[in-house]
């Protein structure tokens, strides 16, 4: 039986008397690059924020491959800390040697190491994105939560981020969970594409990262059919994903 | 890929012109020699409104005697003594009730109350309760400048960006960390203008407690000098006022400047 990184079981999560997630069924394995999509408002970040530890689930569990398993977010914008500078942002201020060399050495990896004295309001949209990717790396994550951290991004921008974030996923062996509801970038970067819709997960597909665009296309229409089906039956829930 | 080498680097920051430099002063130094001329030619009586230069002069006598920098010396010691005290009483309650909703619940709403009392109305009291020592002038102003601090350091924190907070959260900060690293940074800039705001608190309350009820400082030198019809040195107290409340301006402009001065770091063209 393959290991797993993190397990959702029948979770639940209500505010109030409005529920804004049900029965909502996944797995991460570890290395595995996923992709959550759906339309704003279907549960995607709520589970993001579940997973992240920062809300609990009203229902189901959570079962995690270590209790202390390092989890870090890159947020839609960026959360950088106007006062710091870029590497101070990176170790948070921190004195200590060790976190200072590893921080310049993380902003190094993203193409910002000649950025590492600037205040975020220096920097562009692409380099905060950049420098918040790089904040998430230093922890050595061992599973990274991406929630939207393309959306305020121009187009072009937004395609150069896709390859950088793909390939320092791929070349750290990273465990990724995509939030997104940009079907074109679900397909371009993941490896498995989860569907989230109406509060639960109603749908899933073998992404297609690392090939064409004919088949990425293929990909975002099939499951851009899925979230614009108007009625979702249970029964018509199906399991596409590679994996068993 | 984002091409990140071409990007502009740090703008130099470029002096200001010369112009920009002077400018300020212009208005003052106009009004000065109108004052001068005015006087000198005698369409203004110099009995009721002395000269720039007897205002001038009789700075240099006082000084020279020893009386000005007295004078001076002792207001400056109850404005900053005063300050301290309820700046920091301002500042711990801000940062109590801003963080503790337990504080909040206790203290805010008596704060409130409080606050909307003119603290220059407890005069009388104070004289009563204090007499017209030290103690009475150092509380008036202790009491005056509490309020502005208390209001921006607790606006200050509670307004920080929740998001900021809870990426700290989700990167495992401590709740010291939080602090110091997140929430202090964030309300600093409004805790600043509480402080610029209550510099100039400070001094209207020492200038109405020193006319009121004193034997030293600048407020009594006014006081005494209008008793005798001293015109010199009534203009020369409030010129004196002037220029501390000018040089207290100066300092937390500076203050400002020190610790936010990544607000003024120009931005990149990418």
Known sequence: ?244 | MENVTGMTKTKKTHRPLSWQRVLPWVIPVLIILAWQVAVSAGWLNSNLLPSPLAVLQDGVKLAASGELMKNVSISLFRALTGFAIGGSIGFILGMANGLSKVSRALFDSTIQMLRNIPHLSLIPLVIILLGIGEGAKISLVAVGVMFPVYINTYHGITRVDPELIEMGKAYGLSKRQLLAKVIFPGALPTILVGIRYALGVMWTTLIVAETISSSSGIGYMATNAQEFMNMDTVLLCILMYALLGKASDLIAKALEDICLGWQQTGRSEG
């Not at chain 1, 951290?149 to 062996?173: E, K, S, W, Y």
């Open chain 1, 1 to 244: 039986m393959e290991t797993t990184l993190i397990t959702l079981d029948r979770i639940g999560k209500t505010y109030g008397d409005k529920t804004a997630l049900h029965d909502v069924n996944f797995t991460i394995y570890p290395g595995e690059f996923v992709a959550l999509v759906g339309m704003s408002g279907g549960g995607k970040s709520t589970i993001l924020r579940l997973i992240a530890e920062l809300e609990q689930p009203t229902a189901g569990t959570i079962t995690r491959a270590q209790a202390d398993l390092v989890v870090r977010v890159m947020f839609q914008n960026d959360r950088l800390l106007p006062w710091m500078t870029t590497l101070d942002n990176l170790s948070f201020d921190s004195h200590d040697k060790a976190q200072q060399d590893k921080a310049k050495k993380t902003l190094a990896s993203v193409g910002l190491k000649d950025f590492a004295d600037q205040y975020p309001n220096q920097l562009s949209g692409g380099q905060k994105q950049r420098v918040a990717l790089a904040r998430a790396l230093m922890a050595d994550p061992q599973l990274l939560l991406l929630d939207e951290p393309l959306g305020a991004l121009d187009a072009l921008t937004r395609r150069n981020m896709q390859q950088f974030i793909g390939q320092v996923c791929d070349q750290g062996h990273l465990t990724t969970l995509l939030i997104t509801h940009d079907v074109d970038e679900a397909a371009r970067m993941a490896d498995r594409i989860i569907v989230i819709k109406n509060g639960t997960n109603v749908y899933e597909a073998a992404g297609a990262k690392g090939q064409n665009a004919e088949t990425v296309a293929k990909v975002a229409e099939e499951v851009l059919q899925v979230i614009l089906r108007p009625d979702d039956d249970p029964t018509q829930v199906e399991a596409v994903a590679a994996r068993d």
